[in-house]
């Protein structure tokens, strides 16, 4: 069973920075595109960064200059350095996996909160 595990969660005043990070385990990690999404409270979950498996990334407008998403095949991670964090970001983070047109895996969700 593939498994996603994400940490680096919490809470953080507006303007400051947080890493979260994904470690995979039992997956071909090298492989896949590895994204992160977030879901607020009432809205759908969104992508918010991608990566290939060629390591090119790819990030939603509302992050662009303010996220750098970036992985290690060696370490099988994929983390999200957030700075600049606006209480828009506030949202549960979740780490995916995705590679062809296979069922993505998804890890458990990491809480995200930006209030002073």
């Known amino acids: 069973q593939v498994q996603l595990v994400e940490s680096g969660g919490g809470l953080v005043q507006p303007g400051g920075s947080l890493r979260l990070s994904c470690t995979a385990s039992r997956i071909s990690f090298s492989i896949y595109t590895m994204s992160w999404y977030r879901q607020a409270p009432g809205k759908q979950r969104e992508l918010v960064a991608a990566i290939t498996s060629g390591g090119g990334p790819n990030y939603a407008d509302s992050v662009k200059g303010r996220f750098t998403i970036s992985r290690d095949n060696a370490k099988n991670t994929v983390d999200l350095q957030m700075n600049s964090l606006k209480p828009e970001d506030t949202a549960v983070y979740y780490c995916?996996?995705?590679?062809?047109?296979?069922?993505?895996?998804w890890g458990q969700g990491t809480q995200v909160t930006v209030s002073s």
């Open positions: 995916n996996a995705r590679w062809a047109r296979a069922d993505p895996w």
